[in-house]
């Protein structure tokens, strides 16, 4: 795949950037040679191979890495929420985001 000036164009438009014809050529440069990487990399025969849930499962145990899930029992709650604008029953309490 090869993006033209025309697609780094629109790209810039859906973007909202305002690009000079020098950034758009080093754009289009920058993206086409991410696209010869991705090429490149579905290209590769990976029949038989298990995917990776981490990338450092390859090296290493990842379960071994990671602590257990567990509070610590020397964190001082209401310390810590003394500054915190509301707080309630020791949650912090924020604003609702989603409708």
Known sequence: MSLSSADIAR???????E?????????????NGFFDIVEQMKAVDTTGIQP?????AA???????LRDDIA?????REANQRSAPA?????FLVP????
């Open 87 to 91: 707080v309630e029953r020791g949650l």
């Open 19 to 31: 690009l000079q014809p020098a950034e758009s050529e080093r754009l289009a440069a920058q993206l």
């Open 11 to 17: 790209i810039a438009r859906l973007a909202r950037l």
């Open 52 to 56: 990776l849930a981490h990338p450092a």
């Open 72 to 76: 610590n029992p020397h964190i001082d």
């Open 96 to 99: 609702k985001v989603i409708e």
């Open 59 to 65: 090296v290493q145990d990842v379960v071994l890495r």
